[in-house]
């Protein structure tokens, strides 16, 4: 059963970077399909970026070129970096993982089993 933990959110001004981390601990993290997911107040959540197993990426196109995502397997850990923040980028930010997930672009959240509970990121004007 793998388990998921957000870490690296906080307040930051427009413009401004911060940089997420979601740590793991099953045995099989290496394997996993990952992805950064948001939900802010009163709207569903939202895809924000994945990696494959091998490091294949995608990005949603509201934060394509200022969001990277990356994971380390060494230490079962994913990053989002997130750069030019904007206030329309403010919402709780997920971690989710799902196993077999090849090279396709799995954006919708029920395509994920394993969820951290999130972290918050607020972008002030």
């Known amino acids: 059963q793998e388990q998921l933990v957000e870490s690296g959110g906080g307040l930051v001004q427009a413009g401004g970077s911060l940089r997420l981390s979601c740590a793991a601990s099953?045995?099989?993290?290496?394997?996993?399909?990952m992805g950064w997911f948001r939900q802010a107040p009163g709207k569903e959540r939202e895809f924000v970026a994945a990696?494959?197993?091998?490091?294949?990426?995608y990005y949603a196109d509201s934060v394509k070129g200022r969001f990277t995502i990356s994971r380390d397997n060494a230490k079962n850990a994913m990053y989002l970096r997130m750069n030019s923040l904007k206030p329309e980028d403010t919402a709780v930010y997920y971690c989710?993982?799902?196993?077999?997930?090849?090279?396709?672009?799995?954006?919708?959240?029920?395509?994920?089993?394993?969820w951290g509970r999130g972290t918050q990121v607020t972008v002030s004007s």
């Open positions: 989710a993982g799902r196993v077999n997930g090849g090279s396709y672009a799995y954006i919708t959240p029920n395509e994920y089993a394993y």
């Open positions: 099953g045995r099989t993290f290496s394997s996993f399909y």
């Open positions: 990696i494959t197993s091998f490091g294949g990426t």
